[in-house]
């Protein structure tokens, strides 16, 4: 399969998926938590967090629910809510400091909301290819290269603004 058709595929299936809102989130349940095995974030009170301590105090109690979180499943599936790319002679030049930009502003995200986090970097015929769990932190990393070293910034949302694709370039 060629790579456009992949993308169209992707294209499709979340147009699918939408209409069932996030089918990611967990469905209701009778739990006092649910913990994610992958990434030990916790959803508890309607909000996903991480919290190491409380993931190993309840674990393996019988009141947790141990589940993929969304996240974890978007990174199984190879399912990314955002991609942003990044090109240009400027970008070959700071390459170094521009991802660690790029992978601070992933932590911090990690940190705030344990859904909203980089999936892979890659490098693809010297352009930088950063995919994230949802497009709000797409949309964060764009603004934060573009602010660090204006350049060219770009958004292309999906129709129902659950996909971003974002363009830098410098
Ligand atoms: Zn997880």
Redesign the pocket.
């Known amino acids: 399969m060629k790579k456009k058709d992949i993308q169209y595929l992707k294209g499709d299936k979340l147009k699918h998926f939408v209409k069932v809102n996030d089918p990611y989130m967990p469905r209701g349940s009778k739990h006092e938590m649910s913990i994610?095995?992958?990434?030990?974030?916790i959803y508890k009170g309607r909000k996903w967090f991480l919290d190491e301590e409380l993931y190993k105090s309840n674990v393996k109690k019988k009141t947790a629910n141990i589940v993929?979180?969304?996240?974890?499943?978007k990174i199984r599936d190879n399912f990314p809510g955002g991609v942003v790319t990044l090109g240009g002679d400027f970008l070959k030049r700071h390459e170094d400091e521009i991802l660690n930009l790029v992978r601070n502003e992933g932590d911090r995200s990690l940190r705030d909301n344990?859904l909203e986090r980089i999936m892979s970097i890659n490098k693809i015929k010297g352009r930088i290819e950063v995919q994230t769990t949802n497009e709000k932190l797409a949309q964060k990393i764009g603004k934060s290269v573009f602010k660090a070293y204006s350049g060219e910034l770009e958004y292309k949302w999906s129709e129902d603004d659950k996909f971003a694709r974002v363009n830098w370039s410098r």
Do not use: D, E, N
Not at 68 to 73: E, H, I, S, V, W
């Open positions: 994610c095995k992958g990434c030990h974030a993929t979180c969304p996240a974890c499943l344990p």
